[in-house]
């Protein structure tokens, strides 16, 4: 009990006892060990969330190492889930931490979404978001969205009743890829927020980004929260890839 409390004391008093104690029981789904994914999980499992399942059938290839904060030249060949899985046991071994190689898709998605308390998509394609929008609304559990292309990130909330999010993901160019390539820094920041929103619903404290797109652009400085019907019209805004 000692070594929980102190590896937690820097925590308080923004986060409370009590919240810590929730945080630990807490189960928390990431779909995508990569850019994104990556610094989700580290920044859950270092604040106290007690049990991650990580998501993702791909290995690290060098192309990851710009960005992916698990990737290094030892883990290249190394499915990004199982480095997800080694490298919590060293910084938080009090976290449960599942790895799943397995591709998600329709036939899995709500068998693997079962039994978390939420759902944080860190994943590079609109169909494979749909897919897991889909799974967290039957399993009646929040939905954490988050993308990046280039300079540029967007975050969003969905809860089971909410249709907006899936509605622009949906009207999203199936064969967009990012043509600015994906920045280290604009991972981290955009993980960094999704990571907030995933605690804040967790804890059941603060202003959820619900019903909005917070969309920035770390090159000119920009920072946008849209009301969700206009960025479902607004198709550009929303072609982004992880």
């Not at 969330?49 to 990580?54: D, K, N, Q, R, Y």
């Not at 300079?151 to 909410?162: C, F, K, L, N």
Request: glycine share 8%; with cysteine; net charge negative.
């Amino acid at each position: 009990m000692e070594y929980f409390r102190e590896r937690y004391v820097r925590n308080q008093t923004a986060i409370s006892q009590a919240e810590q104690d929730r945080l630990a029981k807490a189960k928390v789904l990431v779909a995508g060990c990569g850019g994104l994914g990556g610094y989700i999980i580290e920044l859950l499992g270092r604040i106290g969330v007690g049990h991650i399942t990580a998501v993702d059938s791909d290995v690290f290839e060098a192309s990851n190492l710009n960005r992916q904060i698990l990737s290094s030249t030892s883990t290249l060949g190394l499915f990004k889930a199982e480095v997800a899985k080694t490298r919590m046991a060293e910084i938080n071994p009090l976290v449960e931490m599942t790895a799943i190689t397995k591709e998600l898709n329709k036939d899995n998605a709500l068998s693997l979404v079962q039994g978390h308390d939420l759902v944080v998509d860190a994943l590079d394609n609109a169909p494979s978001r749909l897919i897991l929008l889909s799974a967290a609304r039957t399993a009646n559990i929040p939905f954490v969205h988050g993308a990046i292309v280039g300079w540029r990130g967007r975050v969003s909330v969905a809860y089971p009743q909410d249709r907006a999010l899936e509605k622009m993901l949906a009207a999203v160019d199936q064969n967009f890829k990012a043509p600015d390539g994906n920045l280290g820094f604009t991972a981290a920041y955009t993980a960094s927020r999704q990571a907030a929103e995933a605690v804040k619903i967790l804890l059941g404290r603060g202003t959820v980004c619900r019903s909005m797109l917070l969309e920035f652009d770390l090159l000119n400085g920009t920072y946008y929260e849209i009301p969700l019907q206009e960025a479902e019209q607004e198709s550009g805004s929303a072609k982004s890839a992880e």
